[in-house]
Structures are given as structure tokens and as C-alpha cells.
């Protein structure tokens, strides 16, 4: 069964830069034709993707935090990691780490794309 | 400001139906992207509860159903139980990213 777990910093001051990895077991990324996305929840708020990437390296990122942030990969460690830089309060949330699920459905014949599982979260607090 | 819209609060009694909203836009579900939905309990990760549209992964009860038209779906609960509060998401495709709701609470009374 496919579990991920996120590990990092929990606490980041202003300026400076989050980080989290997200260890995935049970499965290997480098197998995997689906990519690996990290999303957030800011206390008490809805959902919010930021970005994914696949065991090849390649990325999309959300326009929105586009210029703050950078996903990688380490195949050999089967992990993959988040740094978002320049933080603010405003980056306070619990993040999870996912994995992509892109199919074409029977039933529609249509591309659907969708997270499952899902890391338990790992929160994070941007405080001086 | 979620780009799918969802009632912020439901409530019904148990053994009772209730259903959730997820409105969208011609970007996202009238593009003729799918919804899927998540289960959220107190103090948990999301879970996937519905995926395209109206599919249940294995394990989900078939109390929960999913349905999609034009612009918007809907989650539908039947049977109500205790268990069941927790906040639902919907999600979606627009614009090359994955999107949601701002999260329903539905609260059983």
C-alpha cells in the first residue's frame, strides 16, 4: 500500500525559506507515470495546489507561487522535496504531500486527473 | 477566493440525505473537466471520497455518490451517520492547474 510521509521544518521566520520532504513507501517513484504534488491548507481555510513534479525531474508549478518555489526529486532516496522561499505569515498552513492520479476514464473516455493518497500533513508556522 | 464555490456549512439528521454543491465556471467544469471529491475528518489528511464525477475507490461506502451537469456537481450522502461529519472538497482542472473548493462542514445533528 502506497503511503507518503512529510518531514521538515515546522517553525520559519519571515525572509526565509520552507522546507519539507515528503518520503514515499510502498511504491517507488521512479516507477510511477503519475507525478508527485505538494498542496497546503492555511489554519481554518480551503485547499490551495502548489506545484508537482514527475521521477524524471519536470515540473508545473502554480502561477500564483510560481516565483517562490522549487520541487525536486531524489529517485535514490524515493523522496521528493518543496522549498519555498521568501516566506510570510500568509505561508502558514499544513502541507501535504500527494500523489497525482492523470487517467482517461472508461466511462467518459476523458483525461481526469485527480490526488490520491495523501500524506498526514505537516504544518509549518511562519513566525520571527 | 476558491474557484469552486461551496456552500461553507450542511447539516442534517441522522439517517437523513443531504447533498453538497461545487459550483464552477466554463474554465473548469463546463470545460468538461471532472470533479472528484475528498473527505476531510477533524484533525486529518484529506481523503479521496469520489473520483471522476461518480466513482467510489474501494472501501468507500455506496451512501456517498457523485454527479456533474453543465457547471457544477454535487455530492450526495444517504444514510446519514456521526461518522460522516468532516469538511468535503470538491477539485478540479482549470487552466493547467488542479483546483478546489473552499470546503463544506457538514454537521450531523
Not at chain 1, 500523489?99 to 485527480?114: K, M, Q
Not at chain 2, 463546463?30 to 486529518?44: K, M, N, S
Not at chain 2, 482542472?93 to 450531523?108: C, R
Given at each position: 500500500?502506497?503511503?507518503l510521509?512529510?518531514?521538515?521544518s515546522g ?5 526565509q525559506t ?5 518520503v514515499?513507501s510502498g511504491?517507488?517513484i521512479s516507477?510511477?507515470?503519475y507525478p508527485?504534488?505538494w498542496?497546503r491548507?492555511?489554519?481554518g481555510?480551503g ?7 514527475y ?16 520541487i525536486s526529486v531524489?529517485r535514490?532516496?524515493n ?15 499544513v502541507?501535504?504531500c500527494?500523489?497525482n492520479i492523470?487517467?482517461?476514464v ?5 483525461l481526469?486527473?485527480w490526488?490520491d493518497?495523501w500524506?498526514?500533513?505537516s504544518l509549518?508556522?511562519?513566525s520571527? | 477566493?476558491?474557484?469552486?464555490t461551496?456552500?461553507p456549512?450542511?447539516s442534517g439528521a441522522?439517517?437523513q440525505?443531504?447533498?453538497?454543491s ?11 473537466y471532472d470533479v ?5 475528518l477533524?484533525?486529518t489528511?484529506p ?6 464525477n461518480?466513482?467510489r475507490?474501494s472501501?468507500?461506502p ?5 454527479s456533474k ?9 444517504t444514510?446519514?451517520?456521526a461518522e460522516?461529519e468532516?469538511?468535503?472538497y ?5 487552466s493547467?492547474t ?9 454537521t450531523v445533528?
Amino acid at each position: 500500500q502506497l503511503q507518503l510521509q512529510e518531514s521538515g521544518s515546522g517553525l520559519v521566520k519571515p525572509s526565509q525559506t520552507l522546507s519539507l520532504t515528503c518520503v514515499v513507501s510502498g511504491g517507488s517513484i521512479s516507477n510511477s507515470d503519475y507525478p508527485w504534488s505538494w498542496i497546503r491548507q492555511p489554519p481554518g481555510k480551503g485547499l490551495e495546489w502548489i506545484g508537482y513534479i514527475y521521477h524524471s525531474g519536470g515540473t508545473y508549478y502554480n502561477p500564483s507561487l510560481k516565483s517562490r518555489v522549487t520541487i525536486s526529486v531524489d529517485r535514490s532516496k524515493n523522496r521528493f522535496s518543496l522549498k519555498l522561499n521568501s516566506v510570510t505569515a500568509a505561508d502558514t498552513a499544513v502541507y501535504y504531500c500527494a500523489r497525482n492520479i492523470v487517467e482517461v476514464v472508461a466511462a467518459t473516455g476523458s483525461l481526469s486527473r485527480w490526488f490520491d493518497p495523501w500524506g498526514q500533513g505537516s504544518l509549518v508556522t511562519v513566525s520571527s | 477566493q476558491s474557484v469552486l464555490t461551496q456552500p461553507p456549512s450542511v447539516s442534517g439528521a441522522p439517517g437523513q440525505r443531504v447533498t453538497i454543491s461545487c459550483i464552477g465556471s466554463s474554465s473548469n467544469i463546463g470545460a468538461g473537466y471532472d470533479v472528484h471529491w475528498y473527505q476531510q475528518l477533524p484533525g486529518t489528511a484529506p481523503k479521496l471520497l469520489i473520483y471522476a464525477n461518480n466513482n467510489r475507490p474501494s472501501g468507500v461506502p455506496d451512501r456517498f455518490s457523485g454527479s456533474k451537469s453543465a457547471t457544477s456537481a454535487s455530492l450526495a450522502i444517504t444514510g446519514l451517520q456521526a461518522e460522516d461529519e468532516a469538511d468535503y472538497y470538491c477539485q478540479s482542472y482549470d487552466s493547467l492547474t488542479w483546483v478546489f473548493g473552499g470546503g463544506t462542514k457538514l454537521t450531523v445533528l
